[in-house]
């Protein structure tokens, strides 16, 4: 086995884009930002999305924020990437216990938590650039999201619900969204990220599924170990909260019918990873909860279709 299949994180898709084609002095480094997982850089900028998309559909004459959105995509990457530097710094001991992620790069040795520091700080760097493109409440509102970010990973030590510290920063860019687009705040966007970090909830319980009997060998909390057999109903209710929540926030700015209907699709999407969950299958959980990826784009597209109509 080659060095570097050796070290490929063991969660991770075989022959990603990294592994194949990133030299080899930065590949530790793209596994600590997990760029061989692009598809959560995708949900923490979906909410993004819905808030410019939901402030286009409240004033039309604003338009799409096409260049906010630009920014955001990156912001995301890099905001994403140095969460879980951030985690998996301050995770490295538990890490080293859990099947999943004992080969991930601190833990199995291929970068120390001073290089993995070094590489956060240069990451929220390049993430303040990119915040200070936009309008002075919007600023202010990303350096309070700080606070929410740098608690998450101390979360699943102390409380049941880690996932609702995710959901809380995860989400956060529903109203970064909404203000980037109009310098202030209101009850829409408000609504919006109350329905995206139920959302998350729901989401990153069935991530943590994968994770059940390791979490209960080591002493970490979370929501998939407290729900237990009831795992799949109470997920249920958080995705029906949301689905409500978000047609409460488009009907407040006066959306239309085209963001009910193609909200339905994406609450397909939720119940076929509901009726369709089997944690003891390998790869189920994982699969289901990749697919939230489609909640985002479908409920983008709905907003930017509610806006042009």
């Known amino acids: 086995m080659s060095d570097t299949q050796s070290a490929r994180v063991a969660d991770a898709k075989q022959n990603n884009w990294l592994d194949r084609y990133a030299p080899e002095w930065l590949k530790p480094y793209g596994r600590l930002a997990r760029w061989d997982r692009p598809i959560p850089v995708g949900l923490l900028f979906w909410p993004c999305a819905w808030g410019i998309g939901l402030a286009a559909v409240a004033y039309p004459e604003y338009g799409f924020g096409w260049w906010a959105a630009i920014l955001m995509v990156v912001g995301a990457l890099l ?8 985690n998996d710094i301050v995770d490295r001991d538990i890490d080293a216990k859990v099947a999943r992620t004992r080969s991930r ?12 520091t070094y590489f956060l700080v240069a990451q ?15 600023v202010w509102a990303g350096v309070a ?26 989400s956060y860019g529903a109203i970064l969204g909404w203000t980037s687009q109009t310098g202030g705040l209101g009850w829409p966007p408000v609504l919006l990220y ?15 599924l994968q994770d059940v009997e390791d979490d209960a060998l080591v002493g970490v909390k979370s929501t998939a170990r407290l729900f237990g057999d009831n795992v799949r109903p109470v997920v249920a209710g958080f995705y029906a909260g949301a689905f409500v929540l978000w047609n409460i926030a488009s009907l407040m700015v006066g959306g239309s019918w085209i963001f009910a209907v193609f909200s339905l ?21 994982k699969l289901r909860f990749d697919s939230n990826h489609y909640v985002g784009v479908v409920l983008t597209l709905a907003l930017m279709a509610d806006w042009v109509w």
């Open 194 to 208: 109350a329905g995206a970090i139920l959302w998350v909830i729901g989401y990153d319980t069935i991530y943590a």
């Open 105 to 116: 790069p601190i833990p199995s040795g291929q970068v120390t938590a001073l290089e993995a």
């Open 145 to 170: 999201s700080l606070v929410l970010i740098a608690i998450y990973p101390f979360m699943k030590r102390v409380t049941w619900w880690p996932q609702l510290f995710l959901g809380l920063a995860f």
């Open 79 to 86: 905001m994403r990437g140095a969460g879980c530097t951030f």
């Open 124 to 138: 929220a760097l390049l993430g303040s650039v990119i915040l200070f493109q936009f309008n002075r409440f919007t």
């Open 265 to 285: 699709v994406a609450a397909g999407v939720l119940a076929w990873q509901l009726l369709t969950l089997d944690a003891t299958e390998p790869g189920n959980a």
